[in-house]
């Protein structure tokens, strides 16, 4: 089975953005009958889904997990549904990193208004909290580059009826992002990367 894992560059004066470590750690996960393959995708509205929807053209995948990080969540947030707009507010204020600042944009003209993440996001929560790892359902990815990323790669495999699971999981800061700001949550890399870990484990043969 093929397993496609997306991260972000940083954005909105981030040093960093964790995602990029975590998809370097999936390439070395070694899980019997997994095939990973990961990519790292630009914070652009108009620029973070043409690359991953190429690659999933390409190489197959038979599911795509989609990685951003959330500076103030304080868990694995398994994402429930991505929404059919795009708008700066909270993170995305600022604009993504080319200055692009929409407000109540459709990514899909007269696309459905919700698309559902196709992950088996109740199990993968059982998975984590039994390892004890903070983690919850989320039912919002926002409405900045994270949400148009989903909404997109979901729109794509119902568009074209494609055998392939999707979704988006957001992660925490890591304490050494917010060191200057210690009253923002955060979960060490070694906990993200076990995360990551059982998830893809517990994909594997759905
Ligand atoms: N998080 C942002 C965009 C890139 C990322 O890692 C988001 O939540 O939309």
Known sequence: MRIL??????FGGLSTNPTLE???????FEIEGVDIDTIQLPVVYRECTPPLLEKINEWQPDIVICLGVAVGCS??????????VEDTVGE????????DRPVDRPIVNNGP???FSTLPIRLLLEKLQESKIPSMISNTAGTYICNTTLYTVLHKIQEESLDIKAGFIHVP???EMISASP???????????RALK????NLRGI
């Open 198 to 201: 059982i998830i893809i484990e």
């Open 22 to 28: 975590l998809i370097n750690k999936a390439k070395n």
């Open 92 to 99: 995305g204020r600022n604009g993504d990193n080319n200055g």
């Open 5 to 10: 894992v997306s991260g972000f560059e940083p």
């Open 173 to 175: 800061a890591t304490p």
């Open 113 to 115: 208004e919700g698309l």
């Open 183 to 193: 009253e923002v949550p955060s979960m060490g890399m070694d906990t993200q990367t």
């Open 75 to 84: 868990s694995i947030n398994l994402e429930r549904v991505g929404i059919n």
